[in-house]
């Protein structure tokens, strides 16, 4: 029974009882139509709602999104519990989210655990809430408190719901103190449906609509939101919950909606592990202890992660000034996590306590490491040079010092795994974890599993990414795993518009018009030219010869335009502010002139076509080589570690949208047009022949240890 429901004299009792969250479906919401016309009949004095198990509820049960609605529909039985003769209380523990908050607002009185989570999140699945919640939370708690909440979809704890009137009281149990209430307190509480919004004039539609666009950008849902808010101070409340109605039901079937599901559902799933490592919980223990080899932009932030996490990290620097590096580099990020109030100073001082920045001392007789503190390390990271030679120098120096058990991993960008792992005496300890800049922020985590690579191995690679909170993504051994060899596609036809036709910014107004916060050219400002630069050095010798070399980048890198750091890149920054440089444009056409190239204009939609089709296209080779498990996974990596709008669901589940005909045909009409476009992967010819769709495939054995 999804809703129970007993009497002890005049008090009801209904339980929600959908484990493991209470998700409302059709059989809770015609239970509690029934529970309301039992409570009547019985002439029952008040009816306590609370959640069975974990927590009150925690919302609609997405499982029915994609199928009509059925009725009872919630906004009806919400109504119902308002308008019963017997007063509603709700007594509230654990999660009262979205649709389970809105059964809280129908009630006449709320009453949480201080610990209860409440709130309005439908927009982070591209909903507005569509059960009354924009038309009452306004009425109860002012119109500036509801624009802090629903166009948001931040949730509060039960104190702080508390601080705002959106329950009425806190209380170890709910239940027993929804008992205590005076009966003549509880009869006069006007429902919320009779109450007024009212007008406030502090109020300012605009501000919250500019703060919605720049916090999630090219959404439509929060918008939504925010004019069904102004509609609460204007309209009648059933006008307002009929426009509600009208705009949930449009934006449930909406490809936003569908986009941010997938890619809701695509981050649960790939939190867990999989099957070959989950069943050996003891693998999945985060590290106590561990060791960072080089402290610089990576190493530095890789080191944050894990303090902030609680874990003990040691720094080891190769010199005096790696070191002094190192320290700036951790009390910089601590010192800005001091000034945004993520952290307090007793927070900072127990994060500096339990860091230790080292020099690497190799034993002057062996060469080798042999510094004691490493021998209760479980984990070492390398984050030195991306350099083959000196990482394996490094790997093989530290390898004797550590407990046999401890796991190395490498964060290299590019570089073979299977390389570095082969001059380890134990090459399945080895795996890749490669972060993302800044490392401890950024939430994607590439697993990279190398042909010898553990179960333990992998499994803590998941650890890590549960205890740092990151989106693990299991891929596997090529240049470049999934991220970095999309994005070189992605720089590749880039730079081939802009020889042929195109400028920085075009590009980068294109792509931003996409969904994205920032183009590619403004982005390899930011990170540095000289990195893609010593990248594309390092592929010289095994570069494609009859794909086209763009030399433009390399021009500027000689000019020292290594982007923002040196004041000029792709842009220049006088008083620190990007803007375009005509000089950069005066470089473009002599080099497309020396490469006899007729430049011509192209329209921001072809600019977008032509990046997405070679994103795409690469990444459906990923696919077919099983470097990624699944589609969904590249969604994960272009999502959380590429920038890519996540309303679009990610790069391929986009590309589903589109349908494989219509990128097969696109892509041959490109190739037709210029033979050195991208040919169609095998993969994308095979889905458009069998009208397969890219969600489909899924290499699973790939994420399985040695599969
Ligand atoms: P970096 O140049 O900022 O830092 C490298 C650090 O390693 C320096 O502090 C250096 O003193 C230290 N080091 C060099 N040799 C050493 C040795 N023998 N023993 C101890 N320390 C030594 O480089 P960055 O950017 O932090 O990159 C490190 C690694 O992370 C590279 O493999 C890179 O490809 C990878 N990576 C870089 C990203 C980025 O955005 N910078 C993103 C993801 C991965």
Redesign the pocket.
């Known amino acids: 029974m999804a809703v129970t429901w007993h009497n002890h004299e005049s008090c009801g009792f209904v339980v929600l009882n959908n484990p493991p969250v209470n998700a409302i479906n059709h059989n809770m919401r015609a239970g509690l139509i029934s529970a309301v016309k039992w409570a009547e009949r019985e002439k029952l004095k008040r009816v306590i709602l609370s959640g069975s198990g974990r927590g009150f509820a925690a919302g609609a049960d997405t499982k029915e999104f994609d199928h009509p609605p059925v009725s009872p529909h919630l906004p009806d039985v919400i109504n119902c519990i308002e308008a019963s003769t017997v007063p509603w209380i709700a007594a509230i523990h654990g999660a009262a989210l979205g649709g389970g908050g809105e059964l809280a607002l129908g009630c006449r009185y709320r009453i949480a655990r201080a610990d209860a989570t409440i709130g309005f999140p439908e927009v982070i699945l591209g909903l507005v809430p569509g059960a009354g919640a924009t038309q009452r939370l306004p009425r109860l708690i002012g119109l500036n408190e509801a624009l802090k909440l629903i166009p948001t979809g931040k949730t509060m704890s039960g104190r702080a719901a508390m601080a705002i009137g959106l329950v009425d009281a806190i209380d170890d149990d709910p239940i027993n103190a929804a008992k205590l209430i005076d009966q003549k307190i509880l009869s006069e509480v006007v429902p919320l449906n009779l109450t007024r919004a009212g007008a406030d004039k502090t109020v300012n539609y605009d501000v919250a609509r500019q703060i919605a666009i720049r916090r999630m950008r090219g959404q439509e849902a929060p918008l939504t939101a925010i004019s069904l808010l102004e509609t609460a101070q204007t309209a009648t409340f059933d006008d307002g919950m009929q426009k509600e109605r009208t705009a949930f039901l449009a934006l449930r079937a909406s490809s936003q909606a569908r986009a941010l599901r997938h890619i809701f559902f695509t981050e649960r799933a790939a939190k867990k592990p999989p099957k070959a490592i989950a069943t050996q919980k003891s693998n999945l223990k985060p590290p106590d202890h561990v060791v960072v080899?080089?402290?610089?932009?990576?190493?530095?932030g890789i080191a944050y992660a894990f303090l902030n996490a609680n874990i003990r990290v040691t720094i080891?620097?190769?010199?005096d000034?790696?070191m002094q590096?190192?320290n700036t580099a951790i009390d910089t990020i601590i010192s800005a996590s001091l000034a945004s109030g993520h952290i307090d100073p007793q927070a900072a001082a127990d994060r500096r306590n339990r860091l230790k920045v080292m020099m690497?001392q190799p034993d002057p007789d062996t060469g080798k490491l042999g510094n004691d503190n490493l021998t209760n390390v479980d984990l070492v990271i390398?984050?030195?040079?991306?350099d083959l030679a000196?990482?394996k120098?490094?790997l093989q120096a530290i390898e004797p010092a550590l407990n046999p058990n401890a796991i190395i991993a490498?964060?290299?960008?590019?570089?073979d795994v299977n390389k570095l792992a082969a001059c380890l005496d134990n090459p399945s300890r080895f795996v890749g974890l490669?972060?993302?800049?800044p490392?401890h922020i950024m939430k994607l985590l590439e697993i990279v599993k190398g042909s010898e690579t553990s179960p333990v191995a992998l499994a803590m690679g998941y650890a890590v990414a549960k205890s740092l909170g990151k989106m693990p993504v299991v891929a596997g051994v090529c240049d470049g795993f999934i991220g970095n060899r999309i994005l070189a596609a992605l720089r590749e036809a880039a730079d081939a518009i802009l020889m042929d036709g195109s400028t920085p910014s075009e590009i980068d107004e294109a792509i931003v018009a996409f969904g994205y916060a920032m183009g590619p050219y403004e982005t390899q400002d930011l990170?540095g030219l000289d990195?893609a630069h010593a990248n594309r050095r390092r592929l010289d010798a095994s570069r494609d010869p009859s794909r086209r070399y763009i030399p433009i980048a390399d021009y500027l890198v000689t000019q020292n335009r290594l982007g923002k750091k040196t004041g000029a890149g792709w842009y220049h920054y006088p008083n620190g502010k990007i803007a375009i440089d005509p000089k950069v444009e005066d470089i473009i056409c002599r080099e497309a002139k020396a490469a006899n190239i007729k430049r011509r204009h192209f329209s921001s939609d072809e600019i977008q076509q032509r990046l997405l089709l070679a994103m795409v296209n690469e990444a459906a080779n990923i696919l077919n080589e099983g470097i990624a498990v699944s589609a969904a996974d590249i969604d994960l990596v272009m999502v959380h570690g590429y920038g890519f709008p996540r309303w679009r669901g990610g790069l391929m589940h986009y590309a589903d949208q589109l349908g494989a005909t219509l990128v097969m045909a696109e892509l041959t009409q490109l190739c037709n047009e210029d033979p050195l476009f991208w040919q169609p992967s095998q993969l994308i010819i095979d889905c458009a022949k069998t009208g397969r769709d890219f969600a489909s495939y899924n290499n699973q054995s790939a994420k399985q240890p040695n599969a």
């Open positions: 080899i080089g402290g610089g932009t990576m190493g530095s080891l620097e190769s010199d000034p790696g590096r190192a690497i390398e984050a030195v040079f991306e000196i990482k120098e490094i490498t964060n290299t960008s590019y570089l490669h972060f993302f800049a490392a990170s990195i």
